[in-house]
């Protein structure tokens, strides 16, 4: 049975930290990437972060690149994304979703399977 939950959103300040979960299983498969997407209001959705269970790489979108680290949790088996120095910009919800096969992508068409998503708020 597939399951795929998404936690750690809520609200921080300008500076702060978040850290983001994706917990997926059921997938049938050890060959899969994760990635992170979000998406504001009016806005399109943007790539965050991937990262390939085959080999542990990882991608960056550009507007977090140097202050973002998405990591595997092998106790918990979650996918975790932490973005530092957070500003007002990177509010959203944020998307995780799910990829069978190699190739960490940070293009949407990469991926079969997406969360319901987790709101971001980022105060000034």
């Known amino acids: 049975q597939v399951q795929f939950v998404e936690s750690g959103g809520g609200l921080a300040q300008t500076g702060g930290s978040l850290r983001l979960s994706c917990a997926a299983s059921?997938?049938?498969?050890?060959?899969?990437?994760i990635g992170w997407f979000r998406q504001a209001p009016g806005k399109q959705r943007e790539a965050v972060s991937c990262?390939?269970?085959?080999?542990?790489?990882?991608s960056y979108g550009d507007s977090v690149k140097g202050r973002a680290a998405i990591s595997r949790d092998n106790v918990r088996n979650e996918i975790n994304l932490q973005i530092d120095d957070l500003n007002p910009e990177d509010t959203a919800r944020y998307y995780c979703?799910?990829?069978?096969?190699?190739?960490?992508?940070?293009?949407?068409?990469?991926?079969?399977?997406w969360g319901q998503g987790t709101q971001v708020t980022v105060s000034s």
């Open positions: 979703a799910w990829g069978s096969g190699y190739g960490c992508s940070l293009q949407s068409q990469r991926y079969d399977y």
């Open positions: 990262w390939s269970n085959e080999d542990g790489s990882t």
């Open positions: 059921g997938f049938g498969t050890n060959i899969y990437v």
